[in-house]
């Protein structure tokens, strides 16, 4: 389904003494249809860089990246946006992926505007139908990102990651920020929304044991390699 060949990614860091750091080096993966893959490593490790290479929110200085049978290294433009609505990012702060000024309404029907996909009235049953598959309320809708409790806003979040009908979801750290009982039910609603959906996870975290009840399988990251 996607898949990472010879991943290589380069950051130059250090204004004055041109030092690199190589944040991914050499990394071969292959997520199925329908699979969890889970991805635990020290923080530095390089696995927010590799998700997001996945994503083509960051091209690699080498390797392919294939969905679908198709190297996304090869596309540009529109070409590679349209694939990308196929691919979506569940950062581990909400306020990458919500605009602060807009309501939660505006967020979830952005991707559909971007798109031109409906109209209003479509976009309005889309939204609504969204909002109730993450376990929220209409009324959270005319809110603002900072009018909803963390677990609420993870679900807003997660509602616009779904609004294109995604096939692979790469969730950083998705609940990194909430406490344990939230985190539980943000977890619970990831993997109902999958079995429902029929999407393929890559599930970024620190936590081993959260790794072992999430994913079918578990890839170890350290200094930019998979080791295991
Ligand atoms: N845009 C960037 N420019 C320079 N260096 C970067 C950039 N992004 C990441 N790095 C460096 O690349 C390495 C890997 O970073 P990355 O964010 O992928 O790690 P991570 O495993 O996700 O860590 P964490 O668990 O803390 O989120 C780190 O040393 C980081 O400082
Ligand atoms: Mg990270």
């Not at 690199?20 to 889970?38: C, Q, R």
């Not at 190297?71 to 581990?92: A, F, N, S, V």
Request: proline residues 4%; neutral net charge.
């Amino acid at each position: 389904m996607i898949e990472g060949v010879g991943l290589r990614k380069i950051f130059k860091s250090g204004i004055f003494s041109g030092k690199t750091i190589i944040a991914v080096d050499g990394v071969n993966i292959k997520i199925e249809e329908e699979e969890t893959v889970a991805l635990v490593g020290e923080s530095g490790s390089g696995k927010s860089t590799l998700g997001r290479i996945l994503l083509m929110l960051i091209r690699p200085d080498e390797g392919r990246v294939i969905f679908d049978g198709i190297d996304l290294t090869k596309l540009r433009g529109r070409e590679l946006r349209k694939i990308r609505m196929k691919m979506q990012l569940i950062p581990q702060h909400p306020d990458e992926a919500l605009d602060p000024r807009w309501r939660i309404y505006d967020s979830i029907a952005e991707p559909l505007r971007i798109h031109k996909l409906c109209n209003r009235s479509e976009e309005e049953d889309k939204v609504l139908e969204l909002i109730r598959a993450v376990g929220l309320k209409e009324e959270h809708l005319s809110r603002y990102p900072y009018e909803l409790s963390g677990g609420e806003l993870q679900r807003a979040v997660i509602a616009r990651a779904l609004t294109l009908n995604p096939k692979f979801i790469v969730c950083d750290e998705p609940t990194s920020m909430l406490d344990l009982s939230t985190q539980a039910s943000i977890v619970r609603l990831l993997m109902d929304l999958q079995r429902k959906l029929g999407m393929s996870y890559l599930f970024i975290t620190h936590d081993l044991e959260l790794a072992r009840v999430v994913a079918d399988r578990i890839l170890i990251m350290k200094d930019g390699r998979l080791v295991g």
